[in-house]
């Protein structure tokens, strides 16, 4: 964790908080750690600190700084306000944002606000934004999967690789076969990472934040991401049924003013969630190597359990969509 006093003295030497009243730990991710900053006024502020890149960037911070721009419109997210990818005295580039209220979603309740969320952040316009593009999302995303997979030679985790790469090989034949289901598809923002703890719930608003992978790509990665099980279960015992899924993907519809029939919705849905599954089961795949070598900027026991524990189950995850 950085210092406390670092972060104080940053945000007053540059300007960003005159004479900050407090500044204290928030939360981290696996890349990220996020400060609470108090300025005199009693104004509360989010202080970001990057530690990785997941979409291998040279200046993270200053491309989530840019998507956080282009969102901000939509109304739930948070508001952007400094950015500096070399910050004297702190390791990491740093941004900050608006800090918001809320707690974190609970997938049988809250649905229905991640629906309006989904669907105000995808009817924004995109063209102008300047993100990461992905037009052929089971392909890209099975591309990135198969460069975590294979990052290390060395893994000592062979059966689960196995599978793994049998899985990969099953998706990218997917790709191919369903290419056109999504032709003429328009591109919008996706957040791409939409697990529980990034939404936060409070009685005025439902509101998404942590963009640090935001890509402009289908609509479907983020609605296929939401109900996927290695989503749900990353934070929550749950899991959505068929019939909850079809009410989630009805609503959204609804709210996006999409003129297509539920049946084509789902099916795309599931396209994507049977590749979100491997990017996931990829993504834990190799960070079970980091974590056993110690040598991650930032790392967490619960994460590790979940690592752990969804490497385990890997057979029961690759049948559940």
């Keep these: 964790m950085t210092d406390l006093r670092r972060i104080r003295r940053f945000v007053e030497k540059a300007g960003w908080v005159a004479a900050p009243a407090a500044v204290e730990f928030l939360a981290a991710g696996e890349y990220n750690e996020n400060y609470l900053v108090t300025g005199p006024d009693g104004a509360r502020s989010v202080f970001r600190i990057n530690r990785g890149s997941q979409l291998n960037l040279s200046d993270q911070i200053g491309y989530e700084f840019r998507v956080l721009e282009a969102v901000y419109p939509s109304g739930v997210t948070p508001r952007p306000y400094r950015c500096d990818p070399r910050p004297a005295g702190i390791d990491g580039g740093v941004l900050l944002m608006q800090f918001l209220p809320g707690v974190p979603l609970e997938y049988p309740r809250d649905w229905p606000s991640a629906a ?19 037009p052929e999302p089971v392909l890209d995303i099975a591309r990135e999967s198969l460069g975590l997979i294979t990052r290390f ?11 793994l790469l049998e899985y990969h090989d099953r998706v990218v034949s997917m790709g191919h076969d369903t290419a056109h289901l999504f032709a003429g598809e328009v591109l919008c923002i996706v957040n791409t990472e939409v697990n529980s703890h990034n939404f ?12 640090e992978k935001a890509v402009r790509s289908l609509r479907y990665q983020d609605l296929g991401h939401f109900l996927v099980p290695t989503t749900t279960l990353w934070r929550s015992e749950y899991v959505y049924g068929e019939d909850e899924k079809l009410r989630f993907l009805e609503r959204y519809r609804d709210l996006a ?8 919705l789902r099916e795309k849905t599931r396209i994507l969630e049977r590749t ?23 790392s967490s026991a619960y994460t590790f359990r979940k690592i752990r524990n969804y490497l385990a189950a890997i057979q029961w995850f690759l049948g559940s969509v």
């Design 116 to 134: 309006s969320v989904f669907a105000r952040i995808h009817a924004l316009p995109s063209d102008n934004a300047g993100l990461v593009e992905q």
């Design 153 to 163: 030679a060395d893994h000592p985790l062979k059966e689960e690789r196995k599978a």
């Design 200 to 211: 936060l719930i409070d009685a005025a608003e439902a509101r998404l934040v942590d963009w």
């Design 257 to 264: 003013g999409l003129r297509v029939p539920l049946e084509e």
């Design 276 to 298: 979100i599954l491997l990017r996931g089961l990829s993504w834990c795949f190799m960070a079970y190597y980091e974590y056993t070598r110690g040598d991650r900027a930032l």
